[in-house]
């Protein structure tokens, strides 16, 4: 009997939610530095957290052990953290924070299939859609994966992402040659996709790298971070919901503790000023307080209006781009998405849903009316196919 008892002590063990004091000690653990804030940072503001938020912290502890025994996470200490790490929207709380996670856990079990689903919980980049490499690459695409656990900008992360041929570069990485961080959940009780942050290419001047030419060539003049923010205007149609983005003067870079250092403060501005003419350039609102927001159509600029006809030439090929590109993306989203209406409408947290699989025409009505609209738009305007193909 004793030795029965000794078995069954692991098991209880592991089924035994952790204390949110656990998370005092997590905080101070090598490696939880990170994300802009050291581990002295971090640890004091886990122990003002557990004091002031014990409540909301241990539901969200609770969550995230829930996740760890159905194998949907691996790092429980770095998971429960993130409630406690600054958000890059300074001025989310610690029980906002909660919520919003629980708000976004929530969501992307409904919101994937479940072979994207494992994909995603396993650490591993869902294709949203398969572009035409440049020459002496080996792939071009849009992917999405989840962020790590020290980013405050999102819990997702939209990437465009390319790697060199083998020929060309031996045992050649991986380049994003953009990244958007993304969140879903609730701002004044509407369901929002909300962008944390955009950025370009990281090591500009190593040999891995893509040229801006190279880039421009290979996305036929878009800019990449336009082209994902686009890629979210999909998304957020496709799933029902609102666009939104994190309004530079709300970053917590803003914070007080960023404006003594002239490197950190410089960084910032740049990053403030990257941001503002994003939004600028989709036209964005103002929004609740930390927000814009983002219309879900934009033209930008497809027509082919130009006097001159080398450039009237290359912005037919821009909009026939993005036009392929599109149509990729609609595909891939019918093999890999669940549209609003199909998932278990029961109200929990955490609980999977059973039926992920949409009917063969689910998608059909919502694509087609986008292409046609799309169509319209652009009729008499597109005056020849581009070479590109997405084939």
């Known amino acids: 009997m004793s030795s029965s008892r000794a078995a069954s002590s692991p098991d209880r063990s592991r089924r035994r939610i952790p204390s949110v004091w656990q998370g005092i000690g997590w905080a101070l653990r090598r490696g939880g530095e990170g994300g802009g804030i050291s581990r002295a940072e971090l640890f004091g503001r886990a122990l003002v957290a557990t004091l002031a938020h014990g409540k909301a912290l241990g539901r969200w502890m609770a969550i995230v052990h829930e996740l760890k025994a159905r194998g949907m996470l691996d790092d429980l200490e770095g998971e429960y953290l993130r409630a406690i790490r600054p958000s890059v929207q300074r001025h989310a709380s610690i029980g906002e924070r909660v919520t919003q996670l629980i708000d976004h856990t929530d969501w992307i079990e409904t919101a994937f299939k479940p072979a994207a689903l494992e994909r995603l919980t396993s650490g591993k980049p869902v294709v949203l859609a398969e572009l035409r490499p440049p020459r002496g690459f080996d792939y071009l695409r849009l992917q999405v994966q989840r962020t790590g656990v020290q980013s405050p900008e999102g819990e997702l992360l939209l990437t465009l992402t390319a790697q060199r041929s083998s020929d060309v570069q031996h045992k050649a990485l991986p380049l ?81 503790s960023f404006r003594f250092d002239t490197a950190s403060r410089e960084a910032a501005e740049r990053i403030f000023a990257s941001h503002d003419a994003l939004w600028a350039h989709f036209d964005a609102a103002p929004g609740p307080l930390g927000w814009v927001v983002l219309p879900l159509h934009s033209d930008d600029k497809l027509a082919a209006t130009a006097l001159s006809p080398e450039k009237r030439e290359r912005q037919v090929r821009r909009a026939d781009f993005w036009l392929r590109m599109r149509k990729a993306l609609h595909l891939r989203m019918r093999e890999v998405l669940v549209r609003p209406g199909r998932e278990d409408q029961k109200s929990r947290v955490t609980q999977l849903a059973t039926d992920h699989a949409p009917l063969e025409d689910d998608w059909g009505d919502l694509f087609t009316e986008d292409e046609e609209a799309e169509k319209e738009r652009l009729q008499a305007r597109m005056l020849q196919t581009g070479p590109l193909t997405l084939e």
């Open 176 to 256: 994003d040659l953009a990244a958007l961080a993304f969140s879903r959940f609730r701002i004044e009780d509407t369901s929002c996709l909300v962008i944390g942050g955009v950025r370009g290419q990281r090591h500009h001047a190593s040999r891995m790298a893509m040229s801006p030419v190279e880039v421009s060539q290979a996305l036929q003049g878009w800019k990449p971070s336009v082209l994902l923010v686009c890629t979210m205007q999909e998304l957020a149609r496709a799933w029902g919901h609102k666009l939104v983005g994190l309004n530079p003067a709300s970053h917590r870079l803003q914070g007080w």
